[in-house]
């Protein structure tokens, strides 16, 4: 699931969500990312138990494809298409 750094609706804080997921245990194994440019909420992220996430400014990078793919347990990724 990706979650943006402050939600759209409310501005609330998108790291509480990644926090209250991972204290109910029937969304503990869902892979959660941050979306997010700065180093630091990606580091809380990660260390509240989501996985390496990425900055908006990233979005069409092929490397954030794969990183996708590999978090949703894809095999293959065409990144031409």
């Given at each position: 699931?990706?979650?943006?750094?402050k939600?759209?609706v409310?501005?609330?804080?998108?790291?509480?969500?990644?926090?209250?997921?991972?204290?109910?245990?029937?969304?503990?194994?869902?892979?959660?990312?941050?979306?997010?440019?700065?180093?630091?909420?990606?580091n809380?992220?990660?260390?509240a138990g989501?996985r390496?996430?990425?900055?908006?400014?990233?979005l069409?990078d092929p490397?954030?494809?794969?990183?996708?793919a590999?978090?949703l347990?894809?095999?293959r990724c065409?990144?031409?298409?």
């Amino acid at each position: 699931m990706l979650v943006n750094r402050k939600l759209d609706v409310d501005g609330s804080d998108g790291m509480d969500v990644i926090r209250s997921a991972f204290a109910c245990d029937n969304l503990s194994g869902m892979p959660f990312m941050l979306v997010f440019n700065y180093d630091d909420a990606q580091n809380q992220a990660v260390a509240a138990g989501a996985r390496p996430g990425f900055g908006k400014a990233e979005l069409g990078d092929p490397d954030v494809v794969l990183q996708l793919a590999a978090t949703l347990g894809v095999n293959r990724c065409d990144t031409n298409q």
